[in-house]
C-alpha cells in the first residue's frame, strides 16, 4: 500500500479531555498536508475545525456521547444534528453498552436506527466498545449496526483495553457481504497491529499516532 492510500485510512484523532486550540490546528494543518480522511474530534471544536479545514478534502468526525454512550437515543440525535450543523461529516457514536449487557437487543436497533435518521446522509459509525463485549454480544452488536444502516462500526473509544485482533475478526466477518465497514481503534499505534488490521479486511483506522505510523510504514 502507498503512502496516499494509506493516508486516506485514517481518522486523525484528538479526543485527551485536554486538548487546545494549538493541538487542533496542528491536527487540522497535519490532515490537510497528509489528506488524511477526517479529523477525530469532540464537538467543542468542529467550528474551529471546519474554519480550519474548509476547501480541503479531510472530512470532520465527531465524537457523539462520548466515551461511555449513556445518553438517551433523543440525545444522541440531537447531538448528532448539532455536530452536522457545525460542519462534521461523520459521526462516531458510543452505543448503550448496559442495554446490550442487558440483551435489549430492542433497544439498541431502535437506536440505531433513530441514529442513522439523524445523522442523513453522512457518515455513521458505530462505536462497540468491544473491551466490555462477549464474541456473540459482539456479533449481535455488529449485525444490528449493519442491518440498520451504519456506515461503520468501530472498536473502540480508546479508553479501555485495545481490541484483540480476534474480536476485529468477529466484527468483519459479521458485516461480511453488507454494506457497512469496520473502523479499527483503540491501540493502533504500530504498522505491525495496523497491518493485522488491513489485512482482514479494516477499511479505517483511528489512530493519534498517525506520523509515527508512516515513520514506520516508509522504514
Request: aromatic letters at 6%; one cysteine or more; hydrophobic letters at 40%.
Amino acid at each position: 500500500m502507498d503512502r496516499t492510500t494509506f493516508c486516506h485510512l485514517i481518522d486523525h484523532t484528538l479526543l485527551k479531555p485536554e486538548a487546545t486550540r494549538e493541538e487542533l490546528e496542528q491536527l487540522c494543518k497535519e490532515a490537510v498536508a497528509y489528506e488524511f480522511a477526517t479529523v477525530a474530534i469532540e464537538p467543542i471544536y468542529i467550528p474551529y475545525a471546519a474554519k480550519l479545514l474548509k476547501g480541503s478534502k479531510t472530512g470532520i468526525t465527531s465524537a457523539i456521547a462520548y466515551p461511555h454512550g449513556a445518553w438517551s437515543i433523543e440525545a444522541k440525535c440531537h447531538e448528532i444534528g448539532l455536530c452536522l450543523d457545525m460542519g462534521a461529516s461523520d459521526c462516531d457514536y458510543v452505543l448503550d453498552l448496559g442495554s446490550v449487557k442487558e440483551g435489549n437487543w430492542k433497544q439498541i436497533k431502535k437506536e440505531a436506527h433513530a441514529c442513522r435518521k439523524a445523522a442523513g446522509s453522512a457518515i455513521l459509525k458505530i462505536i462497540l466498545e468491544v473491551a466490555l463485549l462477549t464474541d456473540a454480544e459482539i456479533r449481535t452488536a455488529s449485525l444490528i449496526s449493519a442491518e440498520e444502516g451504519a456506515d461503520f462500526i468501530k472498536t473502540a473509544t480508546g479508553y479501555l483495553p485495545s481490541p484483540t485482533i480476534e474480536q476485529l475478526a468477529i466484527m468483519i466477518e459479521t458485516v461480511k457481504g453488507t454494506q457497512t465497514k469496520v473502523k479499527a481503534a483503540g491501540g493502533f499505534s504500530t504498522m505491525k497491529r495496523v497491518q493485522q488490521a488491513l489485512d482482514l479486511g479494516v477499511q479505517r483506522i483511528g489512530t493519534s499516532s498517525a506520523f509515527k505510523l508512516l515513520q514506520e510504514m516508509e522504514s
